[in-house]
């Protein structure tokens, strides 16, 4: 599987952007997808996740209530729905594919190569 992530940009405090990573290779829909994200000078960080089948979804709980995450299996496509924006959501936003959705970063077998998100205030 072959990610590519896209949607990063600049944006204003309480702003919104949605971050899309598409996928090559037919097996996409058999892997839970996540996100993360990199700050400077900071480990990368678990953001969300989605299982394969859609049915389960996973954040980290400075997201939640603002990001969602959502995938289109007929598009290979996974989503990143970033709402009210902070400062500290500002880092280099990650997709992964991997077996079983996890926190731990070391579990993804694929990696998109990255997108910039600022949030300036």
């Known amino acids: 599987v072959q990610l590519q992530a896209s949607g990063g940009g600049l944006v204003q405090v309480g702003g919104s952007l949605r971050l899309s990573c598409a996928a090559s290779?037919?097996?996409?829909?058999?892997?839970?997808m996540g996100w993360f994200r990199q700050a400077p000078g900071k480990e990368r960080e678990f953001v969300a996740g989605?299982?394969?089948?859609?049915?389960?979804?996973y954040y980290v709980d400075s997201v939640k209530g603002r990001f969602t995450i959502s995938r289109d299996n007929a598009k290979n496509t996974v989503y990143l729905q970033m709402n009210s924006l902070k400062p500290e959501d500002t880092a280099i936003y990650y997709c992964?594919?991997?077996?079983?959705?996890?926190?731990?970063?070391?579990?993804?077998?694929?990696w998109g190569q990255g997108t910039l998100v600022t949030v300036s205030s």
């Open positions: 992964a594919a991997a077996s079983v959705i996890t926190a731990n970063a070391h579990n993804y077998n694929y």
């Open positions: 290779g037919r097996t996409f829909s058999r892997y839970g």
């Open positions: 989605i299982s394969w089948t859609t049915s389960s979804t």
